[in-house]
């Protein structure tokens, strides 16, 4: 399951692999990760496990309380606003940013995440990955490092929410009519649309994911609730 990539530590590619069962909720918001199983399945001691639980701590996804043990971090609608809040902000700079700096580079780096944006687009998971990773590349063509890494922060807490945004094909279909005309604003080099539009993305992913998140809590009652354990 690790890739076992010489240029990151076996900690930070334990973190990657949660953070992605976390975003695709294989790992349920509220999950109490249970360490024994957890380095038992990844074939690992549980040092660099512990160090990596901390390190997703730190980035939001996991809560660590003491004597019980770690948590996949279950956020409040209240949270969840505020986080898409500051993001939408960020994600508007930076769109504004590639608009100002539009070039053939930025054009041939772009022009691929938004072709797995139309190729995924009757697929949910598929769909909310491209769009992150669209979000993500656009966050790397501003030329704005410590602004990129702040949206991988972002990304990485928030990325579940996004996916539940965009688990209808109506949501999806207007995302997707939004990314094509922040692209044709990218090529027109107009800041002030492009910023408004990423914004618009990130505000109405919110709200959908909001909505979802109230539809759950309603259904709650009629559901087994129970945490799942780790395959």
Request: overall charge positive; charged content about 25%; aromatic content about 4%.
């Amino acid at each position: 399951m690790l890739n076992g990539s010489l240029h990151r530590t076996m900690p930070s590619q334990i973190a990657d692999w949660i953070a992605g069962e976390i975003v695709a909720e294989r790992l349920a918001p509220g999950q109490r990760l249970n360490e024994k199983e957890l380095s038992e399945q990844l074939g690992i001691s549980r040092a660099p496990l512990r160090e990596a639980l901390r390190m997703l701590e730190t980035r939001g996804m996991v809560t660590i309380t003491p004597q019980r043990g770690a948590r996949v971090t279950l956020l409040s609608g209240e949270e969840l606003v505020q986080l898409f809040e500051i993001r939408s902000v960020l994600v508007g700079l930076a769109a504004r940013e590639v608009a100002r700096r539009w070039d053939e580079r930025c054009d041939a780096a772009l022009a691929p995440c938004l072709e797995a944006l139309e190729r995924s687009l009757r697929d949910p998971l598929a769909y909310a990955q491209a769009s992150s990773a669209m979000a993500l590349e656009i966050a790397q063509a501003s030329g704005n490092p410590r602004l990129a890494e702040m949206l991988r922060s972002f990304a990485l807490q928030i990325g579940r929410y996004t996916r539940l945004g965009l688990s209808t094909q109506p949501r999806r279909d207007r995302s997707i009519g939004n990314w094509r005309a922040l692209f044709a604003a990218f090529r027109a080099r107009d800041e002030a649309v492009a910023e408004s539009l990423q914004r618009l993305l990130a505000t109405e992913n919110r709200d959908a994911a909001l909505r979802s998140m109230a539809q759950r809590d309603e259904n709650a009652p009629h559901q087994d609730r129970s945490p799942r354990r780790i395959a």
